[in-house]
């Protein structure tokens, strides 16, 4: 017998041959040749045989793999992914248009530019747009106790998959069949505190058949996700000092904006009814105020108590599958997914905090600015004791139902298929439908009419009960929805056409067609500008997809194999685009093989770009070319002036160097596609059966990227685009502080152009963004003979540049690897043993330190930066971050696992952010879990 060290096909390896191990090694007989199985692998159409390695780099985290880590949700298994930098999770997005929701982004490319799959095909994907444009999957509504692996294609696959594959492709694949009954559990919390980090799961799977002997098979899969909530006030002692002296000194005050209230402001000068009194601040608590919240005179309330730091979630994720075989050359599947998503976030009760400045915001019907003034209670107020206007610090803590926030979704998705073998072919077709539909619905905003009317007229009892239907109507229900459906038809089919010198040349054929719409809204109160505060937005839109594609592999000569794809897809209103796919793979060695790919790739608009749009928004700090100028010299003026007048000269510079302008963004039907260029090329090398190492350099280059042009740049050309920004008219306010400069200086100061009150943009082709690296992976396997078998897996990504494209010199910006938010390399390392029924483990991940500074424009955060800030300097940059985490298990007993994970094991803290935007409350955690298997 004959041994030879063949290159393996890591993907199936882990599948189908050593459950869960990461060889599999060829063997060849001069008598006996196996029958070679064959699968479509991630990345490609054409069938392989399982020891086959691609051209294209994919990872693969196996059953076994997932199951040592103690994943509860799909989040947990693909954040340890090292080519992940996901921007989008549900604890995190409760102000996101897409909140509640959880999304995948490849390479830091975004979340458009990365395809994820379940078992191949599409996902819907989420009901609502992150940010108003992009779209993706939402992770969480996809169950993770069935799945069987997950393959990560780290290069571009759009001659594949067509739009959306730029940055790669995550392809969530399930069990494909399963007989019998099996119940699992788990549970984690905190093991530094035990009301922390808490969440609870449960799943059921049951199935009938064998598909092998039988011919049919039908299983069923229920899994249940609970995560607890805990407030600000459960952690205020867990927060180091760093983040209490750096980032939020305020963090666990109690608040003088309570219930009953607090009352500030002054007598009046001359106060005639007590003339002692004349001039003299007020700050005292309002009567009826509790004994225990009176401090140093003043009534107040801790908010940290009720506001969520970490967001509650319930999930229901069902999944069925069937196979039947019709005959030997036959067979049907079908597929349903269904999905019920929760997030639930709690909020600080609204307060009443009288200032004096209006606060503004777009009225996308009108378009005109809505304007709002917290209001002082009036003289005659049954609230107010005093004979002139009062300010009063008050807290609406009337029911905190009122300030809860609620994410929901619910997504489906159903397909049915036939699969065969005829005339040679290989081939599957599925029709399917699916749809997601979420709403974010809360309550807390002020309805700006009957807010005011209410506090005005007293109809609102400060410190008392009041009604239901007078809460309502204050702080009304609101919400965010959307829907995303999709149809879609498909038929894919491969065969060997003829023997080349190296082996059988094998060719792959598909065309699918796709309807796609999209539609977000907001209630009818968000719509009509009567919420405070708040932006709309309205998107309807819908698309046709068609496309083409095939595939060649031609192993032209022995050990060298050259690849083609190439798709067309025809979107919308868009031109039919068409991209390539080269590949080439060469065995230098039994044990050696070097590959490359070149690619292009596209990413077609989606609805929420070309669609009905209407988007609205708020920006502040805006540098008006038309205003600002005369702002600073009134400002120069009035600081001559006395404390009145230079507290004005803040405004009056404001009014023109720091404005405020709503943003209102429009859909563009005429988007032209964004395009990429991919460059990968790697070397695998397998010196034994127990050791393989690949390494791959990726190039991508990201070009005709959709956004909004910058205010500035609007700002620029103001005068030669008319319609672009809308102004009011010169203010009172404006001509007020010109004669106060006047009577100072005698100088004529007088703005020519009135104030911003809107900026219009659309959805354009503007950007481009390009990043490289290294991926590095090992796998090495020691086997102890009765004293069992370590795997030891290290996964690496090194991003060698990161350049996104700066609209203020026209170029690419500097190198943004190493900078904040972009570490150099994450690397995580994995050890496993099993011995009989015993398994033991731990994992380490490391990331390096950053600097503070985003980029050369970040001034705040260079070292001059946080010195002028009183930041030491030691805390001036991110340091290197490595965590450790263990797993055991046992599954002695019969029909029973019992398994132990412990995450964060040495329990080290965050690493100090003074810019994080997030709690650092990392600590040890445990997790138990079980499963038992009835039949």
Known sequence: MNKQFVLKRSVVAVALTLAGSQFAFAQTDATVQPVVQKVVVTGSNIKRGINEQTASPVQVLGRDEIKAMGASTVKDIVDTLTANTGDLSDLTSSNSFSS?????SLRNLGKGSTLTLL???????FGTADGGQQTFVNIDSIPSEVIERVEVLLDGASAIYGSDAIAGVVNIITKKEFSGLTLRAGARQSLVKGDLDRDQTASVTWGLGDFNSQGWNVFNHLELFHRSPYDDRAIKNRLPDWYITHVSPTFGVKSTYSTPGNYFGKYPNPYPANPSLAGKSIATAAPGCAPELLEDGLCKFDQWARVGAHAEADRANFMSSGRLKINDNLNAFAEITLSDTKTTFYNAPATMSYTGTPSRWFNAQTRQLESFTEPMLPVGHPYNPYSFPIQLRYRYADSLEMYKNEAHARQYRVMAGLEGTHFGWDWNSAIGTMANTSDAEGRGAKHAKNYLAAVLSGEYKFGQVNSDELLQRMFPTNSFNGKSKQTFIDLRASREVMQLPGGPMQVAVGAEYRRDSFDSWVSDNIANAELVGYGSINVT???????????????????LELSGALRMDKVGKTDANVVPKFSARYQLHPSLMVRGTVSQGFRAPNAAETGKVALSAFQNRIQDPKRCATATQLYNELLKGNAVDKADAIRARDAGCSASAAVDIAGNPDLDPEKSKSVNGGVVWQPSQDLSMSLDYYRIERRNEIGTLDVDQILAMEDSKPGLVNRLPVTDDDRNLSQRVFELSGKRIEHTTGPMSAISMSYQNLNRTKVSGLDFELNHQINLGSYGKFRNTVRANYQLDYRSWDTVENDFTENLAGLYGNPRYTVR???????????????????????????????????????????????CRIKKDVVFDANFGYTGIKDLGIYVNVDNVFNRQSVVNVRTLGLPLRGRVLRLSAEYKFW
């Open 541 to 559: 839109g819908g698309r046709n997809m068609y496309a083409a594609y095939t595939e060649v592999s031609a192993p032209v000569i022995k050990d």
């Open 100 to 104: 509640g929701a959880t999304g995948l």
């Open 119 to 125: 078992n191949g095909r599409r996902v819907s994907n």
């Open 829 to 875: 390392a994995t050890s496993n043993w099993n011995s009989g029924p015993w398994k033991a483990g731990g994992a380490m991940t490391y990331r390096p330190g950053t600097q503070l500074i985003s980029n050369k424009y970040d001034e705040n955060n260079t070292a001059e930066g946080c010195e002028a800030r009183d930041i030491p300097a030691d805390y």
